[in-house]
T-cell receptor
Framework: GNSVTQMEGPVTLSEEAFLTINCTYT??????LFWYVQYPGEGLQLLLK?????DKGSNKGFEATYRKETTSFHLEKGSVQVSDSAVYFC???????????FGKGTLLTVNP | AAGVIQSPRHLIKEKRETATLKCYPI?????VYWYQQGPGQDPQFLIS???????DKGSIPDRFSAQQFSDYHSELNMSSLELGDSALYFC?????????????FGPGTRLTVT
């Protein structure tokens, strides 16, 4: 079945530091890949997505590239802000299943 | 823009009681998904509906049932509640069921079973 393995946290960075959160997946066929963000006490918000190999999703300074050869979708941001503190989930949707399969989530804390 | 609405936002129940969670999808969205997120856990898929028919089923206990109504809102009914049912329950909706259709999440219902 489908699965997502995500870098375990927590991750603590200083403001303006570079961020990478690793995500790899196992799936049949050609899944769509997503990053969701969950701020404290809130629901899940779609951060970015990619639907085919070599696609790059980007939003709010975050980027992730769909790498089929390494089955990866790593999240990056060049300069994090305190307001980026949240839990980040990598997720996939693929095959005949339209449900999302999530990774375990990575808690990011950015200190001023 | 209109978002997914879930009610109630918070619910406290005792063991063995029943609970009903409601989800109102974004207007014109015909697909609803339910997910359960335990404390410190990733969201787990429970069940989904497309055009008022169940379309997929995940790790949903037999004590839970759900349906989608003619106006496309959905209800998750939970009976014989257990302490382990305490979780955040998310509903998501999409315009269509295909893999390219984005799922929009509601704010969640936090259920606490005491």
């Amino acid at each position: 079945g489908n699965s997502v393995t995500q870098m375990e946290g927590p991750v603590t960075l200083s403001e303006e530091a570079f961020l990478t959160i690793n995500c790899t997946y196992t799936a049949t066929g050609y899944p769509s890949l997503f990053w969701y963000v969950q701020y404290p006490g809130e629901g899940l918000q779609l951060l970015l997505k990619a639907t085919k190999a070599d696609d790059k999703g980007s939003n709010k300074g975050f980027e992730a590239t769909y790498r089929k050869e390494t089955t990866s979708f790593h999240l990056e941001k060049g300069s994090v802000q305190v307001s980026d503190s949240a839990v980040y989930f990598c997720a996939l949707r693929g095959g005949s299943n339209y449900k999302l399969t999530f990774g375990k989530g990575t808690l990011l804390t950015v200190n001023p | 823009a209109a978002g997914v609405i879930q009610s109630p936002r918070h619910l406290i129940k005792e063991k063995r009681e029943t609970a009903t969670l409601k989800c109102y999808p974004i207007p014109r969205h015909d697909t609803v998904y339910w997910y359960q997120q335990g404390p410190g856990q990733d969201p787990q898929f429970l069940i989904s509906f497309y055009e008022k028919m169940q379309s997929d089923k995940g790790s949903i206990p037999d004590r839970f049932s759900a349906q989608q109504f003619s106006d496309y809102h959905s209800e998750l009914n939970m009976s014989s509640l257990e302490l382990g049912d305490s979780a955040l329950y998310f509903c998501a909706s999409s315009l269509g069921q295909g893999g390219t259709y984005e799922q929009y999440f509601g704010p969640g219902t936090r259920l606490t079973v005491t």
